[in-house]
């Protein structure tokens, strides 16, 4: 199962400390160093609205070029996407919300207009030689609005394959899905989208990320976004609660006899580095428990 570490961006960008530059860097340096393949590494949105993620371009040149690692750029608009094609991030993911509420909070926009700027935004990435995703935010609930119509769900992610899209995200921003909910989405998404990759990415806001994960893998999902720590959360979404914790997950997934390719003890020991440099607890429960069984030591 392939986890998408998201910690570098959604991570990071409702905290209250602005993370250094070479802090930043250190963190995913860290994250590859524990298995990490895909991550995402900035977001490239006006700075005013997320003051974190001011230093996108900077972060991004001081990657280490490898290979067999795909750096991700978040897109909301026409001139985020030109900043990430100055750069040398790998793939594009672009961010429509499945409900009016919150997608007039996060883009500024009506769903339709931001939706049709993905349309012709994808093109152009895909000319770039960009690999790209499209996160359909609020897929399971939303803030502003409430419940969420799985067809709304399947239809967004319906145009984006049309589109080009090479891969699909169903985000639960806000913590509000249900394992039920995960395999009604997915289905409904399968049969409106044939062929394209699925990605989840859940939030632990009631405590449920962890079983939506369970059920998207059980139910033959391509990948998983993560955050170390479990940091994270949308600015724009009240209440919205952290990520599932990276290091948890891949623990999680391990025992359920799912390979990740995550060192999940490497991962727990980089979230409690990241603890005392934004001076907030870890979410995750592996670097306060450790893994099971426990690592044996000489006597």
């Not at 001081?62 to 690692?69: K, S």
């Not at 009016?100 to 993905?118: K, Q, R, S």
């Not at 914790?245 to 799912?258: F, V």
Request: proline share 6%; aromatic share 4%.
């Amino acid at each position: 199962m392939q986890i998408v570490e998201v910690g570098p961006r959604d991570g990071l960008q409702s905290e209250a400390a602005t993370l250094a530059t070479a802090d930043k860097v250190e963190l995913i340096r860290r994250c590859l160093a524990a298995g990490a393949r895909r991550v995402e590494v900035a977001s490239f949105v006006h700075p005013k609205l997320v003051p974190q993620m001011a230093d996108a371009e900077d972060v991004v040149a001081a990657l280490p070029d490898d290979p067999g690692v795909s750096y991700i750029g978040l897109v909301l608009n026409r001139r985020g996407l030109e900043r990430a094609l100055a750069t040398a991030v790998d793939e594009v993911n672009f961010v429509v919300a499945a409900a009016e509420g919150y997608n007039l909070h996060n883009a500024n926009a009506p769903v339709e207009d931001t939706m049709a700027e993905i349309e012709t935004m994808l093109p152009a990435a895909r000319e770039a030689g960009k690999r790209t995703s499209v996160t359909v935010s609020v897929a399971f609930g939303d803030p502003f609005d409430g419940e969420v119509p799985t067809r709304r769900v399947a239809e967004l992610a319906a145009r984006a394959a049309a589109a080009g899209a090479d891969e699909v995200a169903l985000g639960d921003t806000i913590g509000a899905g249900v394992p039920s909910d995960v395999t009604d989405r997915l289905g409904a998404v399968r049969r409106a989208a044939p062929g394209v990759a699925l990605r989840g990415h859940f939030h632990n806001t009631r405590n449920t990320g962890y079983a939506n994960a369970v059920a998207a893998a059980v139910a033959g999902i391509d990948a998983l976004d993560a955050a170390v720590g479990g940091y994270g959360g949308s600015p724009f979404a009240p209440g919205a609660g952290g990520n599932v914790a990276t290091e948890d997950l891949a623990h999680l997934l391990e025992r359920m006899g799912m390979r990740t390719g995550l060192d999940a003890t490497a991962l727990a020991a980089t979230a409690t580095w990241l603890a005392t440099r934004l001076g907030t607890p870890v979410a995750g429960m592996l670097s306060r428990a450790g893994p099971f069984p426990p690592p044996v030591t000489d006597s």
